[in-house]
């Protein structure tokens, strides 16, 4: 059975790095790919980005200029870094991982990122 | 990007009916289309993939359909445990996108 659990600090001031990490159990990790995602409070799914198995990142065109995500495979675990954040990344920010590109198969249980001053 | 708009934005249900949801792309995606379930406080749950193929272990009752443009989502007879948001995703081309989400009510 595949799990993800993510951790990361949950509260933030405008301008600061958001960063999150999620560890993978279960399955065979250098087959999947990795995405972040997220949502805003009573608001619907945003895709951040992914990266495979390859090394290779796509990202959310809206937020590629702040947005970096890497994979440890040694330690089953990818990483979600979001720089300069403002109180429009106040959301739940999800770990979700999947067979093929762009289908998520299992999530992490997300973790609520408020950014204020 | 693609945009995905989904129809009803709220639909008001009882249980036993029969519920259909739609998913509209702005361009053709095949049926590089996904459907997720969500309920309050909860990640999404993958139900559909590839536009009408049953991910292993959802109930029979839910099913897809649609290539191109047009997608459903249909709930044959609605249970108390599908009251939830239902969102619509394409995997065709980057970036990803999500419908809005169609949230099933009690009616």
């Known amino acids: 059975q595949v799990q993800l659990q993510q951790w990361g600090a949950g509260l933030l001031k405008p301008s600061e790095t958001l960063s999150l990490t999620c560890a993978v159990y279960?399955?065979?990790?250098?087959?999947?790919?990795w995405n972040w995602i997220r949502q805003p409070p009573e608001k619907g799914l945003e895709w951040i980005g992914e990266?495979?198995?390859?090394?290779?990142?796509n990202y959310n065109p809206s937020l590629k200029s702040r947005v970096t995500i890497s994979v440890d495979t040694s330690k089953n675990q990818f990483s979600l870094n979001l720089n300069s954040v403002t109180a429009a990344d106040t959301a739940v920010y999800y770990c979700?991982?999947?067979?093929?590109?762009?289908?998520?198969?299992?999530w992490g249980q997300g973790t609520p990122v408020t950014v204020s001053s | 990007d693609i945009q995905m708009t989904q129809s009803p934005s709220t639909l008001s249900a009882s249980v036993g009916d029969r519920v259909t949801i739609t998913c509209r792309a702005s361009?053709?995606?095949?049926?590089?289309l996904a459907w997720y379930q969500q309920k309050p406080g909860t990640a999404p749950k993958l139900l559909i993939y590839?536009?009408?193929s049953l991910e292993s272990g959802v109930p029979s009752r839910f099913s897809g359909s649609g290539s191109g443009t047009e997608f459903t989502l249909s709930i044959s007879s609605l249970q108390p445990d599908d009251f939830a948001t239902y969102y619509c995703?394409?995997?065709?081309?980057?970036?990803?996108?999500f419908g809005q989400g169609t949230k099933v009510e009690i009616k």
């Open positions: 995703q394409q995997y065709d081309s980057y970036s990803w996108t």
């Open positions: 590839k536009a009408s």
């Open positions: 361009q053709s995606i095949s049926t590089w």
């Open positions: 279960g399955g065979s990790f250098s087959n999947y790919y």
């Open positions: 979700a991982i999947g067979y093929s590109s762009g289908l998520i198969d299992y």
């Open positions: 990266i495979n198995h390859g090394g290779s990142t």
